[in-house]
T-cell receptor, first 113, second 115 residues
Framework: NAGVTQTPKFQVLKTGQSMTLQCAQD?????MSWYRQDPGMGLRLIHY???????DQGEVPNGYNVSRSTTEDFPLRLLSAAPSQTSVYFC????????????FGQGTRLTVV | AQSVTQLDSQVPVFEEAPVELRCNYS??????LFWYVQYPNQGLQLLLK??????LVKGINGFEAEFNKSQTSFHLRKPSVHISDTAEYFC?????????????FGRGTQLTVWP
């Protein structure tokens, strides 16, 4: 059981480049989300999805897009990378919306130069 | 919207000493409460959770937390820490009535255990 898998683990981008962070889970979880973690800021919600075909914005959505075509996958797209997007990104999933444990991926460390 | 306050950003402690990591949340509505731990260069994993019932919750690795509704707090405790407990700890909250299930995280507390 792989849990939540994120790729890549590390990435360096130039300002203006675009890329997609991949997230896949094999637990048949309905709820998936993306967070960014910055020193002293905790985790901030970027986007989330309550099921295939349904996504919504979180706390810091600007500069990011998501889609949820399948239950398993929830990719995060950076449209035009900026140095302010340098961060560690975590994908998480849970079985149902409320009250259940969230399982986290290992994270993607992104640097934008 | 909820806000979660972890009052200490850094907690240094010697091995075998007791520790308390403090967490307060903003709203008095009914909530679910969680503590997560993050070891260096890893994702977050659940330590314990409070959903209902007894206000004292026991988790993995000897940690426990007590839900105090009147003080809107959910402090994490361990009676005797080990060096392996060195990690960052996050408190998180979900509103029970939420249909979106959004987790609100505190900013984290770095626990460092010294020999």
């Amino acid at each position: 059981n792989a849990g939540v898998t994120q790729t890549p683990k590390f990435q360096v981008l130039k300002t203006g480049q675009s890329m997609t962070l991949q997230c896949a889970q094999d637990m048949n979880h309905e709820y998936m989300s993306w967070y960014r973690q910055d020193p002293g800021m905790g985790l901030r919600l970027i986007h989330y999805s309550v099921g295939a075909g349904i996504t919504d914005q979180g706390e810091v959505p600007n500069g990011y897009n998501v889609s949820r075509s399948t239950t398993e996958d929830f990719p995060l797209r950076l449209l035009s990378a900026a140095p302010s997007q340098t961060s560690v990104y975590f994908c998480a999933s849970s079985y149902s919306i409320v009250g259940n444990e969230a399982f986290f991926g290992q994270g993607t460390r992104l640097t934008v130069v | 919207a909820q806000s979660v306050t972890q009052l200490d950003s850094q907690v240094p402690v010697f091995e075998e000493a007791p520790v308390e990591l403090r967490c307060n949340y903003s709203s008095s509505v009914s909530v679910y409460l969680f503590w997560y731990v993050q070891y260096p260069n890893q994702g977050l994993q659940l330590l314990l959770k409070y959903l209902s019932g007894s206000t004292l919750v026991k988790g993995i690795n000897g940690f426990e937390a007590e839900f105090n509704k009147s003080q809107t707090s959910f402090h994490l405790r361990k009676p005797s820490v080990h060096i392996s407990d060195t990690a960052e700890y996050f408190c998180a909250v979900i509103d029970r009535g939420s249909t979106l299930g959004r987790l609100y995280f505190g900013r984290g507390t770095q626990l460092t255990v010294w020999p």
